[in-house]
């Protein structure tokens, strides 16, 4: 595998089609419509989402790629698109998750697991060790070491029937004490936005979080009979 790595980018039109063809099924491009992620000129909201995704497969970042003159746009272009305050990205991976959930898990499982039917919390550390610069970066501690680390806490909640796990909800969660914090928000983001809203969420700690979290599930029309919580919750 990590001789083939290098050798996918994000113009490979074998994972192009490949990456395309699951969205497409799951309709990602109606989803991202739904929320409102759209572009006004260059490539389209579609197009710059496939290539970060297939992105993934390369283990390169945006920079590396851009070295090698393999991407479909400019780098700022994709950096833009991602710190655009205005797009829930949240929003879109809840959609997202429904519609593998309801047009994929549930007709294949049929009634058989209705009874394992239950929602999940993961609390991860996301460590980011080399990071210096990002937004309401703080010091989590890392339970396997015992060890503090740059980084968050993501905050996951997801669906599961006893066999698989889909992901619904997410948070990426700072520290409450502003002490602990290497880094605060920007300070010209709209807190009318949903970026805005999501730094506010992420300093407010992960009780409130898991609250906003789940209300986001159930409104969508998930319901189960349990939750469970990970040790570390």
Partial sequence: M???????????PQTDSTVSQFYRRFELHRILNICGIRKEKGL???DTLLCLITMVFTN?????????ENLPCGKSSLFRF????????????????LKILFLFLKPAAGKKNELFEVL??????????????VELLSRRRDHNNNQYVKGFDLLTVGYSDGVSFVPMAFSLQ??????????????????RTYGGKLRDEA??????????????????GVKTRHLLFGPKV
């Fill in 2 to 12: 990590a001789r083939i790595l290098p050798a996918v980018g994000c113009k490979n």
């Fill in 44 to 46: 389209s909201a579609w």
């Fill in 60 to 68: 390169k970042t945006i920079s590396a790629l851009d070295k090698e």
């Fill in 82 to 97: 991602l710190d655009n305050p205005r797009y829930c990205w949240r929003k879109v991976v809840l959609l997202f998750s």
């Fill in 120 to 133: 999940i919390v993961d609390d991860t550390l996301y460590p980011r060790k080399r990071s210096k610069k």
């Fill in 174 to 191: 700072s520290s409450q004490k502003k002490n602990v914090r290497l880094q605060e928000a920007c300070s010209d983001i709209d807190k």
């Fill in 203 to 220: 300093i407010q700690g992960k009780p409130k979080a898991l609250l906003s979290l789940l209300s986001e599930i159930s409104k969508a």
